[in-house]
């Protein structure tokens, strides 16, 4: 038997392996979101010139830069830049950064599951949860590096909420701290839709063990400290929103009354890789999965017969009552019914597409899913029927969705193609410029891109310029002085310096704007955070500190 379950294990690690294979094929494939490539490369650019956290990308924005990962959450690119500056090319790290955050979802669904369901039971959950077909609809489909990033570690939140409430180790404050944390740095909208049910199942485990006051607040702590950790992040996003024009994604094509999901959809709709429209025909399929749901039906059968028999756990009650409520709510945040809880919970827009609530819904169902084991084998009179039942659920939950998992075709690219400055400047741009600041007058050619400062008025002669994302230098001669316009896109941690001097400059709609003295002269325009971004780096380190304090002090009174 212990030779059996090592197979066991060794033969679910494979099938864990099936939905990446896509990403080892040579050269690249079409997303929705195919910048990437581009923001793992950006982002390493801003790394290896002392920039940290990284807020500013250069290249981006038209050759003006952006603020893009002070607002877009930046955890995944974080990763895939420690590849790219290791010495890797940007396109493979970025396949690393994709594999990464797949691989990771199934052994923090399998933790959590196996906590309640046992090891068969979360290894079941684990491959339902890696398998759901939304789950290949955000890699190989809309590739949402972000929002499956953030669905990786979901799990594990609520898997040390659990363990917490069990045993107040401290080593699950630590996880689930973290654990938060990273949803919040991977996707700041999943970290927005997830955080009402975490704080429903921590209120639902304190009255579940009548808890003190004190003990549910310590129950709370692990998300109170991921807030913490990720202040550096979600804070300025938050506060310096209004700097850009990214308010603009909310309505117009991306408006969540044209894209509810029909009930048949969550069915069947066919597999496709074009976009979400208005209507019950779109281009993508939502899905919730037929085996995930037929598997979730039979683990209510198989649960209201438990309970009927009194086999029954008190934890498991409530954990499974839990899931199937979470289930059904989110599934019905997706359909039209819902639509007047949008129109009265004004924040709820910026979700953009009801149909995102099918990861949190692929959550609850794959949980529900590793059930049916746990119960079969409740009820099964020999253990090797449960073995055989289990091995036949792997066989049919990765048999059957596999075929979710493929790239819809290949093209022969390389990480130049991703990286040359037409791709930054031009293709890039014109996918993702919602970080750029309002009004701004944006190219309407490459050609129009300026790739040198430009004297707008006077006699200046342009000696030397030089730049990097963190600082523009320029040196110049004027017998009377003059104007010139440093292609930057105007945000407030950008400073100027004459000489080493406080120096002013004007923001215009195409660049900051500097009238310069006459004689000779260098320019700097460098990068320096905002008091609100300096507070909030100093948050998170207070964060980090205080919880390695909180363990400390708890470890000796233990």
């Not at 090891?119 to 684990?126: E, P, R």
């Not at 059957?400 to 290949?410: R, V």
Request: contains cysteine; hydrophobic residues 50%; positive net charge.
């Amino acid at each position: 038997m212990k030779y059996l379950k090592y197979l066991l294990s060794l033969l679910v690690l494979l099938f864990f392996l099936i939905p990446v294979l896509p990403l080892f094929h040579s050269g690249f494939f079409p997303i929705h979101d195919n910048t990437q490539v581009q923001r793992v490369f950006e982002m390493t650019k801003s790394l290896s010139f002392g920039m940290f956290p990284v807020r500013w990308v250069s290249d981006l924005g038209f050759g003006y830069g952006y603020p893009i990962f002070n607002f877009y959450a930046p955890l995944a690119y974080y990763f895939g830049s420690l590849f790219n500056l290791s010495g890797l090319d940007p396109l493979l790290s970025t396949k690393i950064m994709m594999f990464v955050g797949i691989f990771i979802s199934g052994f923090s669904m399998y933790f959590l599951g196996k906590e309640v369901w046992g090891k068969m039971g979360g290894a079941i959950s684990g491959l339902l949860y890696t398998f759901a077909p939304y789950h290949a609809v955000d890699i190989y489909v809309r590739g949402d590096v972000a929002e499956f990033w953030a669905y990786a570690f979901i799990p594990l939140v609520f898997y040390s909420l659990l363990k917490l409430n069990k045993t107040n180790k401290l080593r699950y404050l630590l996880l689930g701290a973290f654990s938060f944390s990273f949803v919040v740095l991977s996707h700041n909208l999943t970290a927005l839709m997830v955080t009402p049910f975490i704080f429903i199942f921590w209120l639902f485990l304190s009255l579940m063990n009548k808890r003190s006051i004190k003990k549910s607040l310590f129950l709370l702590t692990p998300l109170v400290f991921g807030l913490l950790i990720s202040a550096f992040y979600w804070l300025p996003a938050l506060s310096e929103m209004n700097f850009t024009n990214v308010i603009s994604q909310v309505g117009g094509g991306a408006d969540y009354r044209d894209h509810f999901v029909c009930l048949n959809q969550l069915w069947a709709s066919p597999w496709g890789f074009g976009g979400s429209v208005k209507g019950c025909v779109d281009g993508v399929s939502f899905m919730i999965g037929k085996l995930h749901i037929l598997l979730s039906l039979a683990g209510i059968v198989l649960f209201v017969f438990a309970f009927i028999l009194r086999k029954k756990e008190k934890e498991k009650i409530f954990v499974f009552l839990f899931s199937l409520s979470g289930l059904l709510l989110t599934v019905l945040l997706t359909l039209d019914v819902s639509k007047p809880v949008w129109d009265l919970i004004k924040p709820m827009g910026f979700f953009q597409y009801p149909w995102r609530f099918l990861l949190l819904a692929s959550f609850f169902i794959s949980f529900i899913g590793g059930s049916v084991v746990y119960y079969f084998d409740l009820f099964a009179k020999k253990k090797l029927f449960t073995v055989l039942f289990f091995i036949s659920l792997i066989l049919a939950v990765s048999g059957f969705n596999s075929k979710y998992f493929f790239a819809q075709t290949y093209t022969n690219v390389s990480s130049k193609d991703f990286t040359n400055s037409h791709s930054l400047k031009w293709v890039t741009s014109n996918v993702t410029n919602e970080y750029m600041p309002k009004g701004f007058s944006k190219p309407t050619s490459f050609d129009q891109i300026p790739n040198a400062v430009s004297v707008r008025q006077g006699d200046v002669n342009i000696i030397s310029e030089s730049s990097t994302p963190r600082k523009y230098i320029v040196s110049y001669e004027s017998q009377d002085g003059g104007k010139i316009r440093v292609p930057i896109a105007y945000f407030p941690f950008w400073k100027a310096e004459l000489d080493g001097n406080k120096f002013g400059y004007s923001v215009t709609s195409s660049g900051i704007s500097v009238m310069l003295p006459k004689g000779s002269h260098t320019l700097t325009l460098y990068y320096s955070q905002t008091l609100t971004e300096i507070l909030a780096n100093i948050i998170s380190v207070c964060g980090i500190l205080a919880l390695i304090i909180v363990i400390i002090f708890r470890r000796k009174a233990i």
